[in-house]
């Protein structure tokens, strides 16, 4: 199992419900195939640069271990999600 973390930036538009909700839909992908170590949601954000119109996100860093299949998968659901914004995945044990 290899240690990953994924930072993505989620809608400011939606409601504590739908932000909770696709926090878990991340963990529950995760979960499949890995498991998750820790979740920090940083809250809501100013963005560098505007992304859709829109000058804040609601920030969410994750630490997970897992095949490395798993990254793959992860990052095509992200792409296609509309409450993602922006998203990144990170191999923390590649030098």
């Known amino acids: 199992m290899t240690n990953y973390e994924v ?3 989620i809608d400011p538009t939606l409601e504590e419900e739908k932000r909770e909700a696709t926090i878990e839909k991340v963990k529950t992908i995760i979960a499949a195939d890995g498991e998750v170590d820790k979740v920090d949601a940083w809250g809501m954000r100013k963005l ?3 992304i859709e119109k829109k000058f ?3 920030y969410v860093v994750m630490e ?3 095949s490395t299949e798993l990254p793959m998968e992860l990052n095509r659901r992200m792409r296609i999600s509309d409450d993602v914004m922006r998203h990144i995945i990170i191999n923390k044990d590649a030098k």
């Open 7 to 9: 930072m993505f930036i």
């Open 48 to 50: 560098a640069y505007p």
């Open 56 to 58: 804040e996100g609601y």
């Open 64 to 66: 997970f271990k897992a």
